[in-house]
């Protein structure tokens, strides 16, 4: 054999990310000037570098070249020991070669990454927010979770509370606010709070967040309340005015008529009486006329000319019926919204009112169906309605109170930024985030 080398040191420990150095001695043994070339073994080439990469000796002399280790910090770099080696290459006798082994130990590091999402949220009674927390270290990492604000105004509930974190693996711990004190009615409230993610007992960075508190009572609901009073008012004016006088110069009319009708009768079944008496008289003094003639006395007749009773019955039947119109008060309407977005973009999908009309959404349904992860953004002419994260629900149903008027021209735009495609059970796993709403209202003349 021409050359003996070593390592010295034979072991050594290093963390990922940092760099350390051993020295390897080499002699050659041999009877000619011998040149010698080295490559590391066992661990992957990016960890390791030799300097000089090539070594020339003359007979029985020695020398020393430097290896460099440098793993990287990332986590699938693995903790403990990883065995190499240093081939030593003889130029002239290559079948001399020589390969001195050692061990590098591995270090275990934590490194995590946590961020809060939305960073703003909005509600009457609560908001939800969550946490995203990406390890990135080379071990386990145990995180737990913690939110305060300094006026202590807001209670929090975490969900859940502590997490155990594979390395490269990428968790989300869900969190509620509520206000200690709710807003009745006036301007909405702001809340500054921080949340602080902690590693194995040492406090992370704190992240900063905000709720806005929204009043219980609408801005709007006051001014539906005294429209509706108005129109109610407007309707009892319109009864007593218009309507009532109508129905009963109907009715009037109706009774009048009736009466006229019973008169007439009467008169006609007088009448019937009055001939009948008359007849009966002629025919009395026709008998008597017949008897007398015969004492040729003179006689004294007289024709009695009877007129007939009448009776004119008088009345007449008046009135007109009134007639009440309702203008129409807008057809049912719905209509869908869906997007799809990759891994890591966003996507849009919007909803144009038509010319002429304007739609009163009541109600919004939003589904998540396969689970993914992420925001959903519903706005109306850039004015942000809800703002959602995609774990915290697979359906939701948000009904108004009072509805939102979008105008003529005025557009609905979902906005879907996908962090992470779900994975629904029984089918394979998508690439692309899926979300639809579904806006229920009226659609009404503008």
Same mark, same amino acid.
């Given at each position: 054999?021409?050359?003996? $080398?070593?390592?010295?040191?034979?072991?050594?420990?290093?963390?990922?990310? $940092?760099?350390?150095?051993?020295?390897?001695?080499?002699?050659?043994?041999?009877?000619?000037?011998?040149?010698? !070339?080295?490559?590391?073994?066992?661990?992957?080439?990016?960890?390791?570098?030799?300097?000089?990469?090539?070594?020339?000796?003359?007979?029985?002399?020695?020398?020393?070249?430097?290896?460099? #280790?440098?793993?990287?910090?990332?986590?699938?770099?693995?903790?403990?020991?990883?065995?190499?080696?240093?081939?030593?290459?003889?130029?002239?006798?290559?079948?001399?070669?020589?390969? /001195?082994?050692?061990?590098?130990?591995?270090?275990?590091?934590?490194?995590?990454?946590?961020?809060?999402?939305?960073?703003?949220?909005?509600?009457?009674?609560?908001?939800?927010?969550?946490?995203?927390?990406?390890?990135?270290?080379?071990?386990?990492?145990?995180?737990?979770?913690?939110?305060?604000?300094?006026?202590?105004?807001?209670?929090?509930?975490?969900?859940?509370?502590?997490?155990?974190?594979?390395?490269?693996?990428?968790?989300? #711990?869900?969190l509620?606010?509520? /206000?200690?004190?709710?807003?009745?009615?006036?301007?909405?409230?702001?809340?500054?709070?921080?949340?602080?993610?902690?590693?194995?007992?040492?406090?992370?960075?704190?992240?900063?967040? @905000?709720y806005?508190?929204?009043?219980?009572?609408?801005?709007?609901?006051?001014?539906?309340?005294? #429209?509706?009073?108005?129109?109610?008012?407007?309707?009892?004016? $319109?009864?007593?005015?218009?309507?009532? /006088?109508?129905?009963?110069?109907?009715?009037?009319?109706?009774?009048?008529?009736?009466?006229?009708? @019973?008169?007439?009768?009467?008169?006609?079944?007088?009448?019937?009486?009055?001939?009948?008496?008359?007849?009966?008289?002629?025919?009395?003094?026709? @008998? +008597?006329?017949?008897?007398? *003639? *015969?004492?040729?006395?003179? +006689?004294?007749?007289?024709?009695?000319?009877?007129?007939?009773?009448?009776?004119?019955?008088?009345?007449?039947?008046?009135?007109?019926?009134? +007639?009440?119109?309702?203008g129409?008060?807008? $057809?049912n309407?719905?209509t869908?919204?869906?997007?799809?977005a990759?891994? *890591?973009?966003?996507?849009?999908?919007?909803?144009?009112?038509?010319?002429?009309?304007?739609?009163?959404?009541?109600?919004?349904?939003?589904?998540?169906?396969?689970g993914?992860?992420?925001?959903?953004?519903?706005?109306?002419? *850039?004015?942000?309605?809800?703002?959602?994260?995609?774990?915290?629900?697979?359906?939701?149903?948000?009904?108004?109170?009072?509805?939102? !008027?979008?105008?003529?021209?005025?557009?609905?735009?979902?906005?879907?930024?996908c962090?992470?495609?779900?994975?629904?059970p029984?089918?394979?796993?998508?690439?692309?985030?899926?979300?639809?709403?579904?806006?229920?209202g009226?659609?009404?003349?503008?």
């Amino acid at each position: 054999m021409t050359a003996t $080398a070593r390592l010295d040191p034979p072991s050594l420990p290093v963390e990922p990310g $940092a760099t350390r150095q051993v020295t390897l001695h080499v002699r050659n043994g041999g009877d000619i000037v011998e040149a010698y !070339r080295f490559e590391v073994v066992g661990v992957p080439s990016a960890w390791a570098s030799v300097e000089p990469a090539e070594l020339s000796l003359y007979p029985g002399t020695a020398d020393t070249v430097t290896v460099t #280790l440098r793993p990287p910090r990332t986590p699938d770099t693995a903790v403990g020991p990883t065995p190499f080696a240093v081939r030593v290459l003889p130029v002239e006798r290559p079948q001399d070669v020589t390969v /001195p082994e050692g061990t590098v130990e591995v270090l275990p590091f934590h490194e995590i990454a946590a961020e809060l999402l939305p960073r703003s949220n909005r509600g009457r009674l609560r908001a939800r927010f969550q946490v995203a927390v990406h390890n990135h270290g080379n071990t386990p990492a145990d995180v737990t979770l913690g939110a305060w604000d300094t006026d202590e105004k807001l209670r929090y509930r975490v969900h859940p509370a502590e997490a155990e974190l594979a390395p490269g693996e990428q968790g989300h #711990l869900r969190l509620t606010v509520r /206000p200690r004190h709710r807003i009745l009615r006036g301007a909405e409230k702001r809340h500054a709070f921080q949340v602080r993610v902690a590693l194995a007992g040492l406090p992370g960075d704190p992240l900063d967040g @905000a709720y806005e508190q929204r009043p219980l009572v609408p801005a709007m609901l006051p001014k539906a309340l005294a #429209l509706a009073a108005a129109s109610g008012v407007a309707l009892t004016a $319109a009864w007593f005015g218009v309507f009532k /006088p109508a129905i009963t110069s109907t009715a009037g009319a109706a009774v009048s008529s009736q009466a006229s009708q @019973a008169v007439q009768s009467a008169v006609k079944e007088q009448q019937k009486k009055v001939d009948a008496v008359a007849s009966a008289a002629a025919s009395q003094s026709a @008998a +008597a006329q017949a008897a007398g *003639g *015969g004492a040729g006395a003179g +006689a004294g007749g007289g024709g009695g000319g009877g007129g007939k009773p009448s009776a004119q019955p008088s009345g007449g039947a008046s009135g007109a019926a009134a +007639a009440a119109g309702s203008g129409a008060a807008g $057809a049912n309407f719905y209509t869908p919204l869906s997007v799809r977005a990759g891994n *890591g973009d966003s996507a849009d999908a919007t909803f144009t009112v038509p010319k002429g009309k304007t739609f009163l959404i009541s109600d919004i349904v939003l589904q998540n169906p396969q689970g993914d992860y992420g925001t959903l953004t519903l706005d109306i002419d *850039g004015s942000q309605v809800s703002l959602l994260a995609l774990e915290d629900f697979r359906d939701t149903d948000s009904p108004w109170v009072t509805p939102l !008027r979008v105008p003529a021209g005025g557009k609905v735009t979902m906005t879907v930024a996908c962090r992470t495609p779900g994975s629904p059970p029984s089918a394979p796993k998508p690439t692309t985030c899926a979300e639809s709403a579904l806006l229920n209202g009226k659609m009404v003349a503008s």
